[in-house]
């Protein structure tokens, strides 16, 4: 019995459509977490940020997911943020369904259709700066 190989141009055109298959994925650019300064999430992110975005691009990623509350922290110093940052902005707003970075790390916007508490704010405000764009 003598068996058949496939021909290269039977190849070729296997390994050309899968190509052109996969070249239509689109991987997601923006955080669900604030990220240390060394670039490494502090959390398990649903999805990775981008060191580029800015806010004009974030806020209108958040604001297109149609959130009843919009929120911009930055730390009061100008730095960028930490993993103690990240981890005490996921303890204290915890119902914040979508984190996206801006402005290489220094501002993270929060988008949630819950308010947060009024201990909660009282403690974020007095560790960082918060903008409020509900609405807007």
């Known amino acids: 019995m003598i068996k058949r190989l496939p021909s290269a141009g039977l190849i070729a055109f296997v390994a050309a459509t899968i190509v052109v298959g996969l070249s239509g994925c689109k991987q997601s650019h923006t ?31 958040v604001r297109n997911s149609q959130y009843t509350y919009v929120w911009v922290f930055s730390r009061k110093d100008g730095k960028p943020f930490d993993k103690d940052d990240g981890d005490f902005l996921h303890k204290n707003a915890p119902h914040v369904a979508d984190w996206v970075g801006a402005d290489g790390g220094k501002r993270y916007i929060a988008g949630t259709n819950f308010d947060l508490e009024p201990e909660a704010w009282k403690l974020l405000r007095k560790r960082f700066v918060v903008e409020d764009y509900s609405g807007k």
Not at 48 to 54: A, I, V
């Open 31 to 61: 955080s669900s977490t604030p990220e240390t300064s060394s670039g490494t999430p502090t959390t398990q992110p649903s999805k990775e940020p981008t060191s580029g975005t800015t806010l004009e691009q974030g806020l209108k990623d």
